[in-house]
């Protein structure tokens, strides 16, 4: 067989594999430009394929595991492969999307199997915050590689998926990814699984010194006008432009909505809090902050809470906010008071806008504590204390903790209407488009964790 002969068909060997498949409808079409093609580990070709391609234009970098060669195990090979594309996208500044795949890693190797998932766990480490990291479920990711799956900033599954420290499988699907908040995005199939990726890719800065985004954009549904008495999430939903919000950790933590969309064409994270925030729905929210903050995505943030259920998780949500350079506004459509004010709300979470609605609740402590504080001397001598007590209380969140008497202190930048809230969100981000930050001399904060 002839030099040309023997190198076609090796690439139709390969192209007929699942990695490649993958790799056809991840990437636009011919976009793709491969490297190592020909690597071999043992006596074939290494276990996945590797290079740069577009999505929507955008230039990404990408492993892909490929289950057809070994099943998808990891091997030396595989390491080098994998660590050139971190060092390609680092050089380049692009994303990384990672796509899983494999039965584990080839035991044959021993040490050098070990040091090559050790190689691989540090580099997307340190790679983190530097690009967007997007891991791709798409069958097993047991061991080792479920924890550099789970490092990327954003995890989306498919129904085959399986992310599990546990060679068993238990408890390695989708949605057990879901409920422990591991995986973001959790799809019906594989090929709603890689639209996801796709849709994600778009909205993400190419890395941390290259700023949101900006797209075409449709305009604001007529159907999500803004008005009093909606919650958090449906504020943020409703202000962001038409279809282009992505809801991240749905099911987990759901007293906190997060996720990514773009107003006026330019991608900003938003945040919702509504009701009491648990402790997952304040770790689901720091970790997005951060990572908006880590590639200076504005964070608008809607607040209609009334306290934490943990302090530990209160804490990391309020270092999350405070320590955040990035352009944030907030806006209080309902309650905002005592620890959820000073955490998410005001200068405490180093907000740079706030605003509220009129009819919102603003306070120091929640209203009954601090009006039994102040006012308890008018119950003396009650001869129905139970009524008249709640009488004073709502007498007195609606004298004394409006937005009004905080705007008078300066504790609140402006009080808009529910329908003026994207116009005035959108003239805060404008004016905040310059931000620029000198922090402290230090390597990082001890966050809870």
């Known amino acids: 067989m002839s030099a040309s002969n023997e190198l076609q068909a090796s690439r139709d060997v390969l192209a007929a594999t699942s990695a490649y498949k993958r790799i056809s409808r991840l990437f636009d079409e011919g976009s793709f430009q491969e490297i190592d093609a020909y690597a071999k580990s043992g006596d074939g070709y290494a276990e996945a394929a590797a290079g740069r391609g577009t999505i929507d234009g955008c230039p990404v970098y990408a492993y ?120 973001h995005v959790a799809a019906a199939s594989e090929d709603e699984a890689i639209a996801a990726v796709r849709s994600l890719v778009v ?120 320590e955040a350079t990035t352009a944030k506004a907030t806006v209080i459509c309902g309650s905002a008071v005592g620890a959820v004010y000073i955490a998410v709300a005001g200068r405490g979470a180093n907000a740079d806008i706030t605003l509220a609605w009129p009819d919102a609740v603003v306070s120091p402590l929640a209203p009954a504590t601090a009006c039994m504080f102040t006012c308890s001397d008018q119950l003396a001598g009650s001869a129905d204390p139970v009524h008249d007590r709640e009488k004073l209380i709502a007498d007195y969140a609606k004298n004394e903790c409006t937005p009004f008497k905080a705007a008078a202190e300066g504790f609140i930048e402006d009080i808009v209407l529910p329908e003026e809230t994207r116009a005035k969100v959108l003239g805060a981000l404008d004016m905040l488009a310059g931000k620029r930050v000198q922090r402290l001399a230090k390597k990082h904060a001890n966050i809870q964790l």
């Open 64 to 183: 892909v595991q490929n289950s057809d060669i070994c099943g998808g195990a990891m091997s030396k090979a595989q390491a080098q492969k994998i660590k050139k594309v971190y060092d390609l996208a680092l050089k380049a500044g692009a994303p990384v999307i990672g796509v899983f795949d494999s039965n584990g890693g080839r035991l044959d190797e021993g040490a050098a199997m070990m040091a090559a998932y050790g190689e691989i766990l540090l580099t997307s480490n340190n790679l983190s915050g530097v690009v967007p990291q997007i891991a791709l479920v798409l069958g097993p990711c047991v061991g080792t590689s479920a924890m550099i799956a789970a490092s990327a900033d954003f995890v989306v599954m498919s129904d085959k998926g399986e992310l599990t420290l546990e060679t068993n499988g238990a408890e390695a699907g989708a949605e057990a990814a879901v409920k422990a908040g591991v995986c």
């Open 203 to 322: 909205k993400l800065p190419a890395n941390n010194l290259s700023g949101a985004p900006v797209v075409d954009f449709a305009g604001v549904s007529a159907s999500a006008a803004v008005a009093a008495g909606m919650s958090g999430a449906d504020t943020i939903k409703a202000i962001a432009d038409e279809g282009s919000f992505t809801e991240l950790s749905k099911e987990f933590g759901s007293c906190a909505v997060t996720g990514l969309a773009t107003m006026n064409g330019m991608t900003v994270g938003l945040v919702a809090f509504d009701g009491v925030i648990c402790a997952d729905g304040c770790s689901k929210a720091a970790r997005f902050v951060r990572f908006c903050d880590a590639f200076s995505l504005p964070v608008v943030t809607a607040v209609n809470a009334e306290g934490f259920t943990s302090v530990r998780e209160a804490c990391k949500l309020s270092n999350a906010y405070s």
